[in-house]
């Protein structure tokens, strides 16, 4: 098993959610792990739930998750916005 399937896996992310790049660091005991949804798929809006086409995505943005054995294990994301058909982008 790939180690970019293994943690889509542990995380329990769903299509199209996957995991881009997982990368270790033995020195630091410390895993960073990628996340993103492609740009080409439409993402349900998150006041109305609406599938809609994404105008851009946030800045990247990190959160500690549980430590993987002894080794930190930190998540990396840019969370698609999304324009609503609303007229609104959100």
Partial sequence: MQD???YRQL???RDPWKVSE???DFAALKVDVW???PPEQK????ECGTLCS???HREERRWRHLDTMQFQT???CRIPRVDCTDGSPI
């Fill in 4 to 6: 970019r399937e293994l």
């Fill in 11 to 13: 995380l329990g992310l």
């Fill in 22 to 24: 997982v990368t270790v």
């Fill in 35 to 37: 996340v993103e949804w």
């Fill in 43 to 46: 993402a349900p809006c998150p």
């Fill in 54 to 56: 994404l105008y851009d």
């Fill in 74 to 76: 930190i998540l990396h």
